[in-house]
Each structure stands twice: as C-alpha cells, then as structure tokens.
C-alpha cells in the first residue's frame, strides 16, 4: 500500500526503480522470444539505412532491422545473464556456508580455489572453459558460471564466521537453542538477502563477459543473433561510417547492465533494516 | 541453590594468565558486586561462569553439578553493548520472547513500551534495547544473573529503573545476581558483598 502514497521517501523511490526496472526488463525478454527469426529478413533493397522512423536503428549491409537484432540480442543476453548468475549463486552459498561449518582443511581448499580461479585473468578462463565444453550456449554459460562465484562465495564466506561468533548466537546458545534455530532464524535472515543482491549483481558481469567472449569469437555462434555477435560484425563496418550499426546494440546493452545493478542496490537498501526506512 | 567456581585459572595467551585459582561463590537471593580495575579479569571470569568460555583449570558448578551446554543455562550473562547482543533482522519482539515471554507488568515496569516491539533495532538507541536485553535473561529458568557493567552506557534514572525491576524480581524469584562494576557507589548500593579481584 505504501507504493500509492506518493510519498518522496527513499524507501518510495527504491521501490518504483525495482518495479520500473523489472517491467522493462521483462518486456525486452519477452518481446525478444517473442519475434520471430524470419522477421530478421534480409531486404536487399534497404540495406545500410541509417537511422530514421522506418528504422529506429537503421539496417545492416542486407537490409536487416538492427532494432529488431538489437532485442533478439539483449533478450538472449538477459537469458545468459540469469542462467549465469543463478548458477554462480548455487555454488557461492554451497561453498559459502560449507566452508566455515566444516570448517579447518575444508575451509582451507575453498579459500585456496577461490584464490585460484581469481588469480586468473575472467577472460582468459572462460574463453578455456567454453573451449572445454564445446563452445556455444553451453560452453559460455558453464565459463562464466565457473568464474563469477568467487566474489559471492567470499562474502557469504564471511558472513557465516561473524554471524557464528556474534554475541547474539552465543546468547541464543545459552538459551539452549539448537543448531537448527540459529541456522534457520539467525543465519537465513542475514544470508538470504546477501545472496539475492549478490545474484543480481553478478548479472552485469555475466552479460558483459558473455558479449566480449562472443566479440572474440569464442562464444555464441554467429547465426545466434547475440549482441556480441552483432558488435563484432559491425566493426567491419565502423570504417565506412556505419556508426548504429555498433552504437545502438553497445548502448542497450550497458543500458541493461545498469538498470540492473541499480535493481540490485535499491533491493539491497529496502531488506537492510539499517537503511529501509530512512527518508 | 549456590553458583560455584573452583581454582579457576584462564589465560587468553599461554606466557601471562588472567585469573590464577580463583574461587568465587553466590547463593541464590544474594546480590555479590565483582569489582577490580581493568585487565584483571572481571568479565572473563563472568563469561566463564556463565559457560561463554571454559577455564584451562577448574570448575564452575550450579547446584553442585556442571551446567547442561544443550539445555538453558541457568547462569545468564548480560554484556554492556545491547546492539551487539541484538540480532539486527530481528524485530525487537522476537528478541524479546526468543527465550521466555514476560509477563505485560514487567515489560511495563521495565519501561518498554509497545510501539517499540514492531521496530528494528537499529531504531532504538542503547539504553532502550537494554532494557530488551535485560527483560529476555530473566527467565524463570535462569537462576544466577551475571550484570556485566549491565547499566554502565545509561543515564543514572534509566539505571535506577532498570537495578530496581531486576532486584524486586530476583527477591521475588531468588535469584542470585553479580553485578560486575566499576561504579563504587552502584555496588554499595545494591550488594550485600563485595568482592575485589585485585587484592
């Protein structure tokens, strides 16, 4: 109900950016598996159109409406994106929460991969993974998936040791609770929100390493009608002044990435009781 | 009942020990004050009786026998910062009833009032979430309470009516309190004896 109040707290403006941003976001995936792929027709007689009301992003060297590659793109992107970062997530809380409990060698070996697999420069490392796996959908996902829990893992690493050695725990252990309490009641609330706004910040890391890896040419296939496939096309053209063939495409693509990461800030604001009611 | 410590020593670091065979014991009912400058042990001997550190030799015994890690401990510690001993996800009702649920009179004559159980807890200052803190430990289970400069962050008023639910309410339940001070006066006050951990 406090949404129609029209009050000008933080709290009010953080929630109308999550649901702006979350309404936009869906409507580009859906629009995007929505067209079909023969309505990138090629039309030989439009090609190289600059940008103009017929097409609000011009066309490519045959006739293709970049508009529409442009949404394809970005909802095949956002897909990538999701699949990554939950993924990433998955394999952050399982290390995450491990680690501490189990804690000595356990412990040990997942700081030390962490360290490892950061030590070694992201792109490097996905392009050999997706290598590994066979390349396309499957091999970017699982590169970028294998890259991007390291950060959470961290976190969520450090949060279980402070919460486990925190007064409150220590005083609910003196009230004789179990295990299963203080997990359930102590940790969850505090973990829960990390791993929310951790999965959707790893999101703009994800689409973005997608995109370059699929710019090298390591990712998606060309036929796919993905952002870095397009961008990387486009340089052949850049040359010859056909500048929205890379603009548009690059634009909504880091239009994306922050609408995203402005998504997970505002929801981290409005869970941390510390900051969800300060105007 | 009697709280029982026994030739207890700890030493945080292996070269220097902090207490080195103390013996220390209270009585239900009976209000002792633990007092000594700082570094000498104070609230590392109320950790160990309430079971929050175990002694490199001796024993704390409730009642003649060591407390049950599992079940409520019957020797509840209070500490001087209520925002550390406060999970901040909680609402301040759950922390309140997370061991018992007080009867209304006490909450009132604590002083709590009830628009502040739907709030978080970093919306109540210090002296406010104390009065939580201290309200939660005084279960029926619980039969010694160690006050760790339980009242030491709070104005002399607020003190005043916090000591004076926490003494009605131990006469009442015969309770066995120690009150862990620097403040000379406060332990005048309130205990019967007073002991002093540097002499």
Known sequence: ?279 | MRLEARNISFSYQDEKPVLSDIDFTVETGEIVGLTAPSGYGKSTLGKILAGYLKPDKGTVLVDGKSADVKAFHPVQLVFQHPEKAVNPRWKMKKILTEAWVPPEEMIRKMGIEQGWMNRWPAELSGGELQRFCVLRALSPQTKFLIADEMTTMLDMITQAQIWRVVTEYAARKEMGIVVISHDTYLLKRLCSRIVRLNE
């Not at chain 1, 490519?60 to 095949?76: A, H, I």
């Not at chain 1, 356990?106 to 490392?125: K, M």
């Not at chain 1, 796996?133 to 279980?160: D, M, N, Q, Y």
């Open chain 1, 1 to 279: 109900m406090k949404l129609f109040r029209l009050q000008k707290g933080t709290r009010e403006r953080a929630i109308a950016r999550i649901v702006l941003f979350l309404v936009i976001l869906t409507a580009v995936m859906i629009a995007g598996s929505h067209i079909p792929l023969d309505s990138i027709y090629v039309d030989l007689e439009n090609i190289n159109h600059p940008p103009g009301l017929t097409h609000l992003f011009g066309t490519d060297w045959v006739g293709r409406d970049m508009l529409t590659r442009t949404v394809k793109g970005l909802s095949l992107s956002i897909w990538v994106g999701i699949i990554c970062s939950l993924s990433s997530t998955v394999i952050a809380a399982v290390f995450g929460i491990l680690g501490p409990t189990l804690g000595g060698k356990a412990d040990a070996v997942i700081s030390w991969l962490v360290d490892l697999t950061l030590s070694v420069p992201h792109t490097i490392l996905i392009i050999l993974v997706s290598i590994a796996c066979g390349g396309g959908f499957k091999g970017i996902v699982v590169g970028v998936a294998a890259t991007h829990w390291t950060s959470l893992t961290r976190i969520i690493r450090a949060e279980v040791i402070r919460i486990h050695t925190s007064e409150y725990v220590m005083i609910s252990k003196r009230f004789g609770k179990s295990r299963r309490f203080i997990a359930l009641h102590h940790m969850v609330p505090h973990v829960v929100p990390q791993m929310v706004v951790g999965t959707i910040l790893v999101f703009p890391h994800a689409i973005l390493h997608e995109a370059s890896i699929t710019f090298l040419g390591f990712g998606l296939p060309p036929h796919e009608p993905a952002i870095g496939v397009i961008l990387s096309e486009s340089m052949k053209y850049l040359t010859s002044g056909q500048w929205w063939l890379a603009f548009f495409p690059g634009v909504c693509l880091i239009c994306v990435s922050i609408m995203v990461s402005a998504l997970g800030k505002s929801l981290e604001q409005i869970m941390d009781p510390v900051t969800a009611y300060k105007k």
